[in-house]
């Protein structure tokens, strides 16, 4: 019974787990501080064969309003002032009557990228608030030889 338990625990803290895995997009190395008053970019994440993509929701934001930047090598690091302008009123006696949209706070993603990922490689596009950006993966290292001698 507590194998069941167990397996039923490990299938519920599957969340946390996967946090720990390749993809997060939260820091774990206590630099809470340094991402305060920042709000989480909403991700998509796709692993081809020869790539990763990541797709993150940007409304109203243009591409001169992100940085896309890799630290240490191995962190994705996706940041947006959030300066999205609202239309203006250019007549007179014109007023909004509701303001639900919104505007975006300053946005952060940290993504762990895998080992194989090619840093030097990436790509970013911004298209109909939507930021896309491909980083190609290095190819896999060729498999060592093995040579038989012959013993004489």
Known sequence: MSAVADTITHWFSFPENIEKLMFSSRTHDGGENENRGFSSIPADILDTPKEIIFYLDVPGLSKS????????????????????????VEEEGCKYIRLERKAPQKLMGKFRLPENANVSAI????ENG?????????????????????IS
Do not use: M, N
């Open 123 to 126: 790509t970013a596009r911004c």
């Open 130 to 150: 939507v930021l896309t950006v491909v980083v190609e993966k290095l190819p896999p290292p060729p498999k060592p030889k093995t040579v038989e001698v012959a």
């Open 65 to 88: 309003d992100i940085q896309v930047s890799v630290e240490d090598e191995s962190t994705l690091v996706i940041k947006s002032g959030g300066k999205r302008k609202r239309e203006e």
